[in-house]
């Protein structure tokens, strides 16, 4: 059905610079196809059944990106991108007079999900400036080199992540970034939001910027989702002494205030993750698949929690790391499994017992109980499943026990 493009590619100069950058990206070149406007209605009939496709970006007639199901074969006409299971071809431009569509093709385990979405967004940016006078107005130079980075990013991380122990440098092109040589503090912020009140980075960046009284450099990750920097001073500078156990107490609090500012100014849902202070250009790989890491580990194992550090989820790190089968051999050698753990307020009280260094005084105060209450609780576990709490070595068991619970939901 696509056959390759033949005639003259003058009109698609706008956007030959983001060809370029998308295939320094992906590590693969971008083919590019020119086939009747029927023929791509034909591809969105045929294809939009599979589940890579669903739900994905279109464009709208003002040229702003959306998302949703389906309704009509007007808004299938705007569809930007298609998955045919061994390729995604992005539709990239539409020639009205000679009732064609230009289309780029790659094979599909070249991207990712996210990159696929943020080439979507690139493709949405570059349509609507060259309808208008002034394409700056839209993106400027800065808003595309971040939007690229993003895309590395995305693909480094994920080599990554698959065993490669050295991460790659930051390339030439982006160390004119500005802050990326200097020590910075590294954010990870992913955002749940209903699709009616997505997030905008431009907003989100001009509220970051605000709270830290610096210029920000916003990195696109995906679909609601962003890393950012921040000045080493402006971020730890309120610790009490010079020491990493100073700073990180310093980052905690700085992160609580920074989540209530974006909780309190958006709908939905965030989570926020933060690096120790590092050089950008030499550790940006490394830092944001650590900040992915520690956001996956939160999530996981403290479902009410929003901000989620590395250095407080060492024991969740190791746990994940355990294989189911070995997992389900330590709760069963307790002898006593993870049943306990389905009762709500034995969850609750152990959680804050912990979170408190297993101090029985602050842990009443924390959950509003009389001291005699909470030491009645924990006889009560005891007498469950064999372990005082209040004792270091059955606090270290239960403690796992519960982290594996969470883990695998299973006793």
């Not at 990239?92 to 599909?108: F, L, N, P, R, Y």
């Not at 297993?358 to 030491?375: G, P």
Request: glycine share 6%.
């Amino acid at each position: 059905m696509l056959k390759k493009q033949s005639g003259d590619v003058r009109n698609m100069k706008l956007i030959s610079d983001l060809k370029r950058q998308i295939e320094g990206v992906i590590g693969n070149t971008l083919d590019e196809y020119e086939i009747t406007m029927y023929e791509w209605m034909q591809s969105i009939e045929n294809l939009m059944g599979l589940d890579e496709n669903m739900p994905q970006f279109y464009q709208g007639k003002d040229g702003e990106g959306e998302r949703g199901a389906l309704t009509s074969s007007r808004t299938s006409s705007n569809i930007i991108s298609l998955h045919n299971g061994e390729r995604v071809f992005f539709k990239v431009s539409t020639k009205e007079h000679e009732k064609s569509v230009v289309c780029w093709g790659c094979d599909a385990g070249s991207i990712t999900k996210e990159t696929r979405q943020l080439i979507e967004l690139l493709i949405l940016s570059y349509v609507k400036s060259s309808e208008c006078d002034d394409p700056m107005q839209y993106m400027n130079d800065t808003d595309k080199k971040l939007s690229s980075l993003g895309m590395w990013l995305q693909e480094k991380i994920k080599a990554y992540s698959t065993g490669n122990p050295e991460p790659e440098p930051l390339p030439d092109s982006y160390t004119s970034i500005a802050g990326f040589q200097d020590k910075k503090v590294l954010f990870l912020l992913q955002g749940e939001t209903p699709d009616s009140q997505r997030v905008d980075s431009k907003v989100l960046n001009k509220l970051l910027e605000s709270y830290f009284g610096e210029e920000i450099t916003l990195i696109p990750l995906g679909e609601q989702e962003w890393i950012f920097m921040g000045n080493e001073e402006i971020v730890t500078g309120e610790a009490d002494e010079d020491t990493v156990e100073a700073r990180k107490e310093s980052l905690n609090a700085f992160c609580l205030g920074l989540y209530e500012l974006i909780a309190s100014e958006f709908a939905g849902v965030f989570h926020l993750s933060a690096s120790l202070p590092c050089i950008p250009k030499e550790a940006l790989v490394q830092m944001a698949f650590l900040l992915r890491e520690s956001m996956y580990l939160g999530r996981s194992f403290h479902v009410t929690q929003h901000i989620h550090l590395s250095w407080n989820l060492q024991l969740e790190q190791l746990v994940a790391s355990i294989s189911e089968q070995q997992r389900l051999r330590f709760i069963q050698d307790t002898g006593k499994g993870t049943l306990i753990f389905k009762d709500s307020e034995t969850l609750a009280t152990l959680e804050a017992f912990f979170s408190l260094d297993c101090n029985v005084s602050e842990t009443a105060k924390r959950l509003f109980i009389h001291r005699n209450t909470l030491v009645y609780r924990l006889d009560k576990i005891k007498q469950e499943i064999g372990y005082d709490v209040r004792h270091f070595k059955s606090a270290i068991v239960v403690q796992l026990l519960l982290l594996m619970y969470k883990v695998t939901k299973k006793d």
